[in-house]
T-cell receptor
Framework: DARVTQTPRHKVTEMGQEVTMRCQPI?????VFWYRQTMMQGLELLAY????????DSGMPKDRFSAEMPDATLATLKIQPSEPRDSAVYFC??????????????FGDGTRLSIL | QKEVEQNSGPLSVPEGAIASLNCTYS??????FFWYRQYSGKSPELIMF????GDKEDGRFTAQLNKASQYVSLLIRDSQPSDSATYLC????????????FGAGTRLAVHP
């Protein structure tokens, strides 16, 4: 069963530390999405890529967040410096990129991030 | 007006009843619609999709689409306590690239 793989599953760190989250999309998928989910805000789209190129990162706080795809099998989301308000679950999702939105996204298990 | 709207709930139904979850969308150009289920502490999981007006059935789940009225619904027959979860409606962004616009989700509670 093809799956989106995210690491780490859990991360606890102190304010000010750098946090890196990784995502391996489903093989053959060429669109990758990063979401943040909190009880208050629900599911928020942070950034997304197509064929490794960033299409939109307007959902991310630019001063501390960055997202990249070094290659087709790895997407990263970094927070530097981290703040307590960044505590949330971060999901990566990938899609096949075919057609005009007729294909769904598939989600990874998420990274549960706690900033103390 | 939000692009995709759902009642946040909780929607409480007794075991064995039909649960009806509704979603309205604003973009008349939307062509396909997805329902995701998210258990507490887990990731969203795709359970149904529908492209055409009318009903689509898959086991105990039925998705209903009415493009003229711009709503899509999910019916769960013979609801079970294991169906208790948050159900997210998602509509593709008409600009493509698999980008989805998610509703805030409806929390369903099925009680024995």
């Amino acid at each position: 069963d093809a799956r989106v793989t995210q690491t780490p599953r859990h991360k606890v760190t102190e304010m000010g530390q750098e946090v890196t989250m990784r995502c391996q999309p489903i093989l053959g998928h060429n669109t990758v999405f990063w979401y943040r989910q909190t009880m208050m805000q629900g599911l928020e789209l942070l950034a997304y890529f197509r064929n490794r190129a960033p299409l939109d990162d307007s959902g991310m706080p630019k001063d501390r967040f960055s997202a990249e795809m070094p290659d087709a099998t790895l997407a990263t989301l970094k927070i530097q410096p981290s703040e307590p308000r960044d505590s949330a679950v971060y999901f990566c999702a990938s899609g096949p990129g075919k057609g005009i939105g007729n294909q769904p996204q598939h989600f990874g298990d998420g990274t549960r991030l706690s900033i103390l | 007006q939000k692009e995709v709207e759902q009642n946040s709930g909780p929607l409480s139904v007794p075991e064995g009843a039909i649960a009806s979850l509704n979603c309205t969308y604003s973009d008349r150009g939307s062509q396909s619609f997805f329902w995701y289920r998210q258990y507490s502490g887990k990731s969203p999981e795709l359970i149904m999709f529908i492209y055409s007006n009318g009903d689509k059935e898959d086991g105990r789940f039925t998705a209903q689409l009415n493009k003229a009225s711009q709503y899509v619904s999910l019916l769960i027959r013979d609801s079970q306590p294991s169906d208790s979860a948050t159900y997210l409606c998602a509509v593709p962004w008409t600009g493509g690239y698999n980008k989805l616009i998610f509703g805030a989700g409806t929390r369903l509670a099925v009680h024995p």
